[in-house]
């Protein structure tokens, strides 16, 4: 059914509106990472744009250097930035706050100009990756864009599911109840330092897996697509979203997306000059966080949750 | 945890639906895309902002000046230009998604003057404009890769390849400084690649080569790669890099007292823009530099005066540099091409006109144009001049002697072009 509704949407949407659809898949997979990570296991990274170029840069290797079919080049970015994850994340549950978010800051700022060290990944300009041409079976009308469409949007569907069972398993209790009482958790049995492992290398992985796809939408690897500015945006799509709710991913991932397009609206209205347009997003991005942070600091998700239990509670009385 | 699950797959599904219905039905076909009655629009992309924007911020300013003043004499059949600037900040991705808003969004008849090679492969790799059918007019890049017609069918480029810079370079060095150590500074790209290929067809041996990561061009840089060519003791140093990594090896070395025999790529070697940094103009004295167009203060040369007076008049208190010469020049050939396409212009004969006159179009530079049915190759070569003690490039021995060559391994020879005379007032005829 899922497909059908893709189909449709695909078909009914012009071809700008199916890129952008295809962003949003991409920001929703980072933010639910990041969701998963600070909202459900209390752990805070400012890093993320570091694990989705190492997700991007491990499916690009694979598919030019080794040839692997493409559907397998995302499982590997998977593996290899939960890999990094797990890494990061042994010496992450020793750090907590600020000494964490500056470990991560350090790490989005110096991991993906490593890339310029490394002749094998293609310096600045970075290295192709094409996912190639979709199956010639879905017609001439089905065009790139929306084979990018398919591909993100599946995986964002199936991450969340994926996402949604865990949190409501066992692992997932275990990294509410660190993140709200640690000392209470681990009077409970629970390990911390192996729960808080296990959250990051997940996040991880799961960042890697929208670093790829975030690369197959622009063709190219390069270090300047992971800029410090892609992990504070996620981080800003997580806070707009409401950061300890999945439901909410969608709100961040479409600000994202289309904030840009109404801050170029506004600039064009009061005719400024282009130092204006190419600033105004992240100036209308900054304002929405301060009056999300202010207003509905937990999201609106949870904000609208927490309103309809008052009116529960007031009916009851 | 079932509400969640619920919950999260409706709220997926509900932006997909808000999706569906944002959905706009297509706008009828018109005859062409970006054609109206009315006007012809075309897109651009530059760093208008950011690191590398030094000067080459420059160039929409310049190209709109033309279209304005082509505007205002008529147009081009009656229809009016309209050129739509996008900023990337030298970044493939906003490049990307820049490009897109441009073709999907704008609905451009074609893109104009795209800068920088990195930026011009994620485009051509992600967009696609050749299996759209759009064309990619004036690339501002010198990679020769774009020249290759199988990969890059619709790009068009203008500037003479780094690959032929780097030979002409390098036959004036071993007329000149054959028994000198050279130094070389690139940037660590297909802009380097290309420089490398060149200096190694011309047969020149570096006793240094420091590469440098774009986005990595500040004076801290520059302190860094002029210890290695006083390690090397390079006597002759060419700096085949863009302007703002140009602009802080020249500057750094002013204070440092580092003078060796300085050798601009035409890139980043643009006299305005480099002393409006701040560098002493005294540094830049003797240097060699490299131009395919007259010097931009040669104003006895026809075009140079022509375009110097609109840009002038349309951005008054900004000055005319290489990068506003470059940008009119082009901007002026899309004019000519979009004549020759006839009154019912589309993206097809809008190509068909440039491989088959593109070569005899008007334009300022001093070498010709490659462009046929089977080459979408660019200006085909340099003169060389020296920097006067006020900073201002000039031909050496006052006249204009033009060399003229490919992006293989064809020798480089005087050329014996002659230009084509202007068109009254500037206008395509």
Redesign the interface.
């Known amino acids: 059914m899922l497909g059908f ?2 189909f ?2 695909g078909n ?6 199916v ?1 952008q ?1 295809a962003s ?1 898949a991409v920001f ?1 997979i980072a933010i639910s990472s990041l969701i998963l990570l600070t909202g459900y296991s209390g752990q805070v990274s400012l890093g993320h744009g570091a694990l989705m170029a190492i997700g991007a840069y491990s499916a690009a290797i694979a598919r030019n250097e080794f040839k692997i079919p493409v559907v397998l080049t995302f499982f590997i970015a998977v593996l290899f930035t939960a890999i990094a994850g797990a890494l990061l994340g042994a010496a992450a549950a020793r750090l907590s706050g600020p000494y964490l978010a500056g470990t991560t800051l350090a790490l989005a700022i110096g991991l993906p ?1 490593l890339a ?1 060290q490394f002749e094998p990944l293609g ?4 290295i ?1 990756f ?1 996912v190639g041409l979709p199956p010639a079976r879905l017609g001439e009308s089905f065009t ?1 864009y929306k084979w990018f469409f398919w591909i993100a ?1 599946l995986a ?2 199936i991450c ?2 994926l996402l ?2 865990i ?2 398993s066992r692992y ?1 209790r275990n990294w509410r109840a660190g993140r709200s009482n640690e000392v209470a958790a681990q009077i409970c049995g629970i390990n911390m330092s192996r729960s808080k492992i296990l959250a990051f290398t997940l996040s991880a992985g799961i960042a890697g897996l929208a670093g790829a796809l975030l690369s197959m ?4 690897v ?4 992971f ?1 410090l500015a892609l992990s504070f945006s996620i981080l800003t799509g997580a806070v707009l979203s409401g950061i300890t ?4 991913t ?1 709100i961040g991932a ?1 600000i994202l997306v289309i904030l ?2 109404i801050a ?1 609206v506004v600039a064009h209205q009061i005719g400024s000059s ?2 204006v ?3 105004l997003p992240g100036f209308l991005l900054g304002a929405l966080l301060i009056v999300t942070v202010l207003f509905v600091p937990n999201g609106p998700v949870e904000q609208h949750h927490a309103r309809a239990a008052k009116r529960a509670a007031k009916k009851k009385s | ?2 509400e ?2 619920r ?3 409706v ?6 639906a808000v ?2 219905l ?3 039905a ?1 706008p009828a076909q018109a005859a062409e895309v970006g054609v109206s009655s009315s006007e012809i629009k075309l897109g651009m992309t530059v760093p ?2 950011g690191a590398a924007s030094l000067g080459y ?1 420059k160039i ?1 300013g310049a190209a709109k000046a033309y279209f304005d003043y082509l505007n205002e004499n008529g147009g081009v059949y009656g229809r009016k230009i309209r050129l739509i ?1 996008e ?1 990337d ?5 906003e490049a ?2 820049k490009t ?2 441009l073709i ?2 704008d609905k451009v008849m074609a893109l104009f003057a795209p800068l920088g ?2 930026n011009n ?2 485009v051509a ?2 967009v ?1 404009p050749a ?1 759209r059918g759009v064309p990619v007019l004036f690339l501002n890049t010198g990679f020769s890769g774009f020249a290759d017609l199988k990969k890059y069918p619709t790009h068009y480029m203008v500037l003479p390849s780094y690959v032929m810079e780097a030979k002409v370079m390098g036959e004036y060095i071993k007329a000149n400084f054959a028994d000198k150590k050279i130094g070389l500074l690139y ?4 802009f380097g690649v290309d420089a490398l290929a060149g200096f190694k067809t011309a047969g020149i041996n570096f006793a240094v080569k420091v590469p440098y ?4 061009q500040g004076a801290a840089a520059a302190a860094g790669w002029i210890t290695k060519f006083k390690a090397a003791e390079a006597d002759v140093v060419i700096l085949f890099a863009v302007s703002s990594a140009t602009s802080a090896m020249l500057g750094v070395a002013a204070q440092l007292k580092y003078a060796p025999q300085w050798m601009l790529g035409s890139v980043g070697g643009d006299a305005v823009t480099i002393k409006a940094t701040g560098v002493p103009a005294g540094v830049l004295y003797n240097a060699i530099g490299f131009s395919p167009v007259p010097a931009t203060t040669d104003m006895k040369d026809e075009y140079v005066k022509l375009f110097s007076d609109i840009y002038a008049k349309a951005v008054p208190g900004s000055a005319f540099d290489l990068n506003v010469l470059l940008g009119m020049n082009s901007a002026f050939m899309t004019a000519q091409a979009l004549k020759a396409a006839g009154p019912n212009p589309t993206r097809k004969s809008l190509m068909a006109a440039i491989d088959s006159k593109g070569a005899t179009f008007a334009n300022a530079a001093l070498v010709p144009a490659g462009y046929s049915k089977t080459s979408h190759v660019g200006l085909t070569g340099y003169w060389v001049g020296k920097f006067s003690p006020t900073g201002d490039l000039s031909p050496i021995g006052g006249t204009y002697v033009t060399y003229t060559t490919d992006s293989g391994a064809g020798a480089v020879v005087k050329s014996t072009y002659v230009r084509p005379a202007m068109p009254a007032k500037g206008l395509p005829n």
């Open positions: 509704l893709l449709l949407l009914r949407v012009d071809e700008l509106r890129y659809g949003i929703v100009s310029n310096g600045e300009q970075g192709p094409d790139q949007a964002a569907l969340m599911w949604s069972n949190l409501s997932g939408t622009i063709g190219t390069s270090p300047s697509a800029t709710t999945l439901v909410g969608m479409v840009p397009e170029d282009e130092r347009t190419s600033n | 945890m079932k969640i699950n919950q999260i797959l709220s997926v599904s509900a932006v997909l999706f569906g944002v959905a706009q297509l208008m902002t911020n929409p600037v900023d900040k030298y970044v493939p991705t990307v998604a897109n808003k999907l969004k090679t990195a492969r994620a790799s992600a696609n299996k940037q660590d790209d297909d990561a774009s986005g990595s």
